[in-house]
Every structure is written in structure tokens, then in C-alpha cells.
């Protein structure tokens, strides 16, 4: 076990008006509150003469060369001897000198400690007006709903966490969206996580922030799709094949009205499409998860080992063979009754009927079996 209990880091780029302060705050909490820490700044490559700054005010400085806020953390937490880490920016914007909240709570054995801006307190000009009433909550409320999280805040800068965590999460993005990482694998791997209100103050920069909001903002939104399969594949091809057979149901007989407007093979065709995608969709799911277990981006999951272990290989090919098998009965069928019309003119609702649900039978089959070696071929190197 490190001598040290403490380490609280700060990426750093161009924060000459501000690193000072935060540095002092850090090491008069330890020094009232009898810590053993350290204070690590992760410069990711200042020009303004805040690595001299740093060292002056007692932090130690790890240069980080590689560009971006997830790559400057990581640094600065390879770099770490303490027990705990605390992270937060190095903006004058969290109060360093009150961290006895996620102290304590490490000490009690939660594995990450989450600030909770929202709890406790955003002075006038902190947040931007859309990071705190759309960006922010939308992305939280997002979180929180994909990952069956209870977390209030999920972008608040300032956290702590036991340092062994890191090898168990392997964290790997190198932008803003690393705030979205320690929280969703966190989540995932079931560790145990809460939360402690955190006021957040007006930066004392004098200069624009580096958080660029959109882009940013979609960095994180992609990440949260990235790592939930299910609401980025299962969950929509799920509807859209529910959607597609119940058109499919109720069309076939034939024509249908409703609000007095007629549906007919027109229809039958986008329900087939509906189909298609759906199913498509709910194999790139799959084809997602097992991936992201197999590269560690993912903990294992039992469930989904069974779900596939009763779907081997066989059952798919044997599945998919049957459909084609249907698809071409049925496009002999309609090449049996164009041929008795001399192969002439077709009625087009009739037709389209016998034709429409041969040609979805066809690629679904196809798609099937495709997937299914795909499937297997992926599995290959789980095992």
C-alpha cells in the first residue's frame, strides 16, 4: 500500500491565473485535516508558465504530450502514489481546500465519489444557461436512464476514486467524453458509487473555457450510445420489427382503410423495410456486445453468454435456410401465376402480396445466416 493516502490532480493547460490557488487550496486541506497527498498537475502543454507556477506553489508536474482531457487525466493518474484520487480542473472553479465529503466517503469504502453541482450550488456565471438547463441534464438524464444509474450529475469535474479502480475500468478516451467513461464503466462493472453535493464557482481564467459545447456535448452523447447497445440497436430494431410485422399482418389479406385512407402493397413494402432494419439492427447489437466484451471495453455478462450459447451456429443456419427455402416457394409461386397471365400485365395489389413477403423471406434468410458466422467468428475470441 502507497505511504501516501492522497492524490489530487488537475490537468492543466494555460491555467497561470488560476493553478496557484487551486494548489494551495489542495495542500491546506491535507495539511489541516493531517493527509498524507500530493498534488499532480497534468500539463497538457501550457506556454504560459504554468508548469513553473506549479512546481513553485509544491505540486509535482507530469508533462503530458498527448493531446486532450482524457489523455492529460490519465497522465496525471499513471503519475499518482496515493491510495485515493481526487480529480478536478484546475480553473479556481472547485474549492480544493473542502474535500472532506469525498474523503470520507472513500475511507467508507465507495470506490468512486461523484460531485453533485446541482446539490450543492451553482454561483451566478459559472455554468452556461444551456449546459445547466439543457446540456447537463439531458446527457445526465440519458445516463441514467441507459445505465440504470442513480447519479444527479454525471459531468461534474470534480471526483475521487480508489486508484486500484483503474485497471478494472481501463479507461481509453482521450476527450471530454472521459467524464462520460469513469461514470458508464464505472456503472457497468458494478462498483460502489455516490454522490456528494459540490458548489461550483465562476472560474477565475479570464478566458474562454476549452469545453466547446456542441462538440463536446455530442462526444459525450455518442459515447453514452457507443456503450449501450441496447438502446442504440436492441431497443429500436426491437420496435421496428414489431412495427413491420404487425403491417405485414395487416395487409396481406388485403387492401386496408383507415381515417378513410387506403393502405395497400405501397405500405407492405415499408413494412418489409421495417423488418429488414429491425432485424439488422438487433444483430449489430450482438455484433456490438460481444465485440466491446471481447476487447475489454465491456465486463463480462453471463446473461448474454446464455442468450448465445442456446443460439449456436446451427440453429441459425438452419433458421435462415428455411426462410430462403419460403422466399423461393413464394417467388415460384408468382412466377408460376405471372406465366399463366402469358407474362403479361400483373395485377399490382394481388401480385406484390405473393412477391413482397418472398423477396423479405429471401434477405432475411441470407442476413440470418450471415450473421450467424459472424456471430461465431466473434465468439472465437472469448474463448
Known sequence: MSALELSVVMPCLNEARTVVTCIKKALD?????GVAGEVIIADNGSTDGSQQLAEEAGARVVPVSEKGYGNALMGGFRAARGRYIVMGDADDSYDFSSLEPFLEKLREGHQLVMGNR????????AMPIHHRYLGNPVLTGIGRLFFNSKMGDFHCGLRGFHRDILETLDLRTTGMEFASELVVKSELNQL??????????????????????WRDGWRHLRFLLLYSPR????????LLVLVGLFLFGWLLPGPKYFLNIQFDVHTLLYASGFLLLGTQAIMFGFFARVFAISEGL???DPRLDSQLDGLPLEKGLIVGTLLILCGLFGSLLALGAWRSLGYGDLDVSSSERLVIPSVTMLLLGGQLIMGSFFLSLLRLGRR
Open 192 to 213: 460502489k458509487i455516490c454522490e456528494v453535493p459540490t458548489r461550483l464557482a465562476k472560474d477565475g481564467r479570464g478566458r474562454p473555457p476549452h469545453l466547446n459545447s
Open 29 to 33: 486541506f491535507m495539511e489541516r485535516n
Open 231 to 238: 438502446w442504440l440497436f436492441y431497443y429500436p430494431g426491437t
Open 118 to 125: 446541482f446539490r450543492g450550488g451553482i454561483d451566478a456565471g
Open 298 to 300: 465491456m465486463p463480462k
